[in-house]
């Protein structure tokens, strides 16, 4: 059953990537996205003895698929919701927060947590100050700024932890954290600072980092 979970899997991201082509209807993305996770939890849980919170991170990123789709089903360029985004990134907040309780290990600490503070102080400079948070940008009212300027804050840093602590645990999983961050970074560019990136990036970085982390515990 494990090679038939992986299969539909394969087939279903594939489908999702090439729908994310504008040729396609949208309803083809939507309708995938959601089932993406899901084929891979049932090939994690039959391949291994699985470990908890990874199955936790898995749903919890499940679950803030989902709530992306609800948010670009809900956008418009007269009202910005950010009740989507905002609760999308909170259950991948908690996803990251399963995954840094998983590979976390207190004995093993390195200058490469500088490096992370670094590249993260960089990115939430840099969101701030382009498209829809930028001061000049009258998109968003100013609590609906400071709201997603303080997720944006709590969640880089945690994304960014996870991605540190995901170096203890082995090679497989550590770019696995490296290819969440590359997806995770698209999508803000495209979302906060609206910079047209190729959408096909977010997924083929998002489902690959999501396949590492799973590989690697197998």
Same mark, same amino acid.
């Given at each position: $059953? ?10 279903i991201?594939?489908?999702?990537i090439?729908? *994310? ?9 939507h ?19 699985h ?25 418009n ?7 989507p ?10 996803g ?10 207190s004995?093993? $600490?390195s ?10 102080l ?23 700024k ?5 997720a944006?804050i ?6 960014m932890? $996870? ?11 550590f770019?696995?954290?490296?290819s969440f961050?590359?997806?995770d ?6 979302e906060?600072? *609206?910079?047209?990136?190729?959408e096909?990036l977010? $997924? ?5 980092? *999501? ?8």
């Open positions: $059953m494990k090679y038939l979970f992986l299969c539909l899997f394969v087939i991201s594939t489908i999702n090439l729908a *994310q082509n504008n040729k396609f209807p949208s309803i083809i993305k309708i995938t996205k959601p089932l993406i996770i899901p084929f891979l939890l049932l090939f994690y849980l039959e391949a291994s003895n470990q908890n919170l990874l199955v936790l991170g898995l749903l919890f990123g499940w679950l803030g698929d989902v709530l992306i789709i609800f948010h670009h089903y809900l956008k360029d007269q009202k910005y919701n950010i009740i985004i905002v609760s999308g990134l909170a259950a991948f907040f908690v990251h927060i399963c995954y840094i309780l998983l590979f976390i290990d004995k093993s $600490m200058l490469l947590i500088f490096v992370y503070l670094i590249i993260g960089a990115t939430i400079i840099s969101l701030f100050n382009i498209g829809l948070l930028n001061s000049k940008n009258n998109t968003l009212k100013t609590h609906q400071l709201i997603l300027k303080i944006i709590i969640y880089t840093f945690t994304i932890s $996870m991605s540190y602590f995901s170096f203890q645990v082995n090679a497989i999983v770019l696995g954290s490296l961050l590359l997806s970074s698209v999508l803000s560019l495209k906060f600072g *609206q910079i047209k990136l190729p096909q977010v $997924m083929i970085t998002y489902i690959t980092a *999501q396949f590492l982390i799973v590989l690697g515990y197998l």
